[in-house]
Each structure stands twice: as structure tokens, then as C-alpha cells.
């Protein structure tokens, strides 16, 4: 601590002490990193949180995998977390569920570069692919509450259990069938949650729900104003 902070901290406390004694008052409330509040674009928000080590995944990551797509899109998919190739690419979804979920938004006239943007709640890929730790999440979640506040979307697509139940801050034990067909909110904006499409690539029982779910988000973006 420098003198400055010094004199800074003894001004504090003094004037803690005329207001209310020798009690001292220190909230507790959770605060905001300046990036979080202070980029106007997502590229300028990129920017300024590609370099993160706020928790130890970023240590190990070959690449930070911050999200991509339309700037404006009216549908945001967000899954877990990246995998191998995304962490090698520094794209999300480019794997082989990647390109099975492009295949699902092309059904429904879509395209990551046309009214979608795809992320995940964590930027860094978890050892062998291990689902997100809660403490990883509370770090990484506001990146993913911001890109979201820049673009504004109609509607959150979580793809996959994980992504729901992290999203919507539920039991850990919760299936994905006792998800779908809701509308959940998310700090404000709709969510739905349906299939991941890896779990589409393990099992052909999964395709059918998962296109009526794709029907079903086709129609909410289109009625909604
Ligand atoms: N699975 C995810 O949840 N996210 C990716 O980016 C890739 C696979």
C-alpha cells in the first residue's frame, strides 16, 4: 500500500468513527469490474477481457473463446463452456456439435452470422471438458451478462442441461426435459432451453424434440415485436 492509500484509509476510518463510532460499516455488496460497465462495443469488450486469469482456467487455455456472430442478433446460443477445438480455434462451437448446431440454425433460415451470436457462460476451456465449477462461473458469468446487454436479444437459447440449470441457478440434479418447453427469464431476457447438440450426435431420440424446439424458437422470433 502506498503512503497516498495510507492517508486515504485513515481519512476513511476517520470519518467512519464521527459518523457511527467505533462500528465500522463495509458492505458487502458485489462489485462490478470496470470493463464490465466500461466497453460500448463487443469488440472493445473483447479487447479489454482477453487477457483474464480471474480464475485459474485461464492459466491453461490456448485460446480465450469470447463468442461469435451478429453484434445484433435477436437469438444468442450460449453452451457451457468450449472444448478442445474451440480452445484451439478461439471460436465457440466449431467441433462437430458446432456444425451440427449451424446445420439445426440453417432448418430455421439462421446462421451464426445472420440474427445469431453463439458463446458459452465460461470463456476458458475446463480440463477434459469437466463441467464449469461454481466459482468459475461466478467470475465469468457477468462477461456473458454483458455481451448480452450489448446485444440485446430477444431470446437466450441454453443449449444443454449444464448451461441451463447454471444459467437459471438451479439444482445440480434437474433434467433438461424438466427445462424445456418453459420460458425461463434471464436477468430480463427470455430463455428457453433445449438439447445440446452433442447429446443429438450420441442419440437419434434427441433430434425430434430438439427440431420441434427449433419450430418453437422460429415462431418467438418472429412474433415477437
Ligand atoms: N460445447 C459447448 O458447450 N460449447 C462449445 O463451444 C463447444 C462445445
Same mark, same amino acid.
Given at each position: 500500500?502506498?503512503?497516498?492509500?495510507?492517508?486515504?484509509?485513515? *481519512?476513511?476510518?476517520?470519518?467512519?468513527?464521527?459518523?457511527?463510532?467505533?462500528?465500522? %460499516?463495509?458492505?458487502?455488496? +458485489?462489485?462490478?469490474?470496470?470493463?464490465?460497465?466500461?466497453?460500448?462495443?463487443?469488440?472493445?469488450?473483447?479487447?479489454?477481457?482477453?487477457? &483474464?486469469?480471474?480464475?485459474?482456467?485461464?492459466?491453461?487455455?490456448?485460446?480465450?473463446?469470447?463468442?461469435?456472430?451478429?453484434?445484433?442478433? @435477436?437469438?444468442? &446460443?450460449?453452451?457451457?463452456?468450449?472444448?478442445?477445438?474451440?480452445?484451439?480455434?478461439?471460436?465457440?462451437?466449431?467441433?462437430?456439435? #458446432?456444425?451440427?448446431?449451424?446445420?439445426?440454425?440453417?432448418?430455421?433460415?439462421?446462421?451464426?452470422?445472420?440474427?445469431?451470436?453463439?458463446?458459452?457462460?465460461?470463456? &476458458?476451456?475446463?480440463?477434459?471438458?469437466?463441467?464449469?465449477?461454481?466459482?468459475?462461473?461466478?467470475? &465469468?458469468?457477468? %462477461?456473458?451478462?454483458?455481451?448480452?446487454?450489448?446485444?440485446? +436479444?430477444?431470446?437466450?437459447?441454453?443449449?444443454?442441461?449444464?448451461?441451463?440449470?447454471?444459467?437459471?441457478?438451479?439444482?445440480?440434479?434437474?433434467?433438461?426435459?424438466?427445462?424445456?418447453?418453459?420460458?425461463?427469464?434471464? %436477468? #430480463?431476457?427470455?430463455?428457453?432451453?433445449? %438439447?445440446?447438440?452433442?447429446?443429438?450426435?450420441?442419440? @437419434?431420440?434427441?433430434?425430434?424434440?430438439?427440431?420441434? @424446439?427449433?419450430?418453437?424458437? *422460429?415462431?418467438?422470433?418472429?412474433?415477437?415485436?
Amino acid at each position: 500500500m502506498t503512503s497516498n492509500n495510507g492517508n486515504v484509509v485513515e *481519512r476513511y476510518l476517520r470519518q467512519n468513527r464521527q459518523l457511527f463510532g467505533d462500528e465500522i %460499516y463495509v458492505s458487502f455488496e +458485489p462489485v462490478q469490474p470496470d470493463v464490465i460497465v466500461g466497453s460500448e462495443s463487443l469488440t472493445e469488450f473483447e479487447e479489454s477481457i482477453h487477457d &483474464c486469469t480471474r480464475c485459474s482456467l485461464g492459466e491453461r487455455r490456448t485460446n480465450f473463446v469470447f463468442g461469435v456472430g451478429d453484434p445484433n442478433a @435477436d437469438l444468442v &446460443c450460449v453452451g457451457e463452456a468450449p472444448g478442445a477445438d474451440e480452445d484451439a480455434q478461439g471460436v465457440p462451437f466449431v467441433g462437430r456439435a #458446432g456444425r451440427l448446431l449451424d446445420k439445426i440454425l440453417a432448418s430455421i433460415n439462421l446462421s451464426r452470422n445472420n440474427n445469431v451470436y453463439i458463446c458459452n457462460v465460461l470463456k &476458458c476451456r475446463p480440463p477434459n471438458n469437466r463441467d464449469p465449477l461454481a466459482s468459475e462461473v461466478e467470475q &465469468c458469468e457477468p %462477461y456473458l451478462i454483458r455481451q448480452l446487454d450489448l446485444i440485446k +436479444p430477444k431470446l437466450i437459447v441454453a443449449l444443454g442441461r449444464v448451461a441451463a440449470k447454471t444459467l437459471l441457478k438451479l439444482d445440480s440434479n434437474i433434467a433438461l426435459k424438466d427445462l424445456r418447453n418453459k420460458q425461463h427469464d434471464y %436477468y #430480463g431476457t427470455k430463455l428457453i432451453a433445449t %438439447y445440446h447438440p452433442a447429446a443429438l450426435l450420441r442419440s @437419434d431420440r434427441f433430434k425430434r424434440p430438439t427440431w420441434e @424446439d427449433f419450430k418453437w424458437i *422460429r415462431s418467438i422470433l418472429s412474433t415477437e415485436g
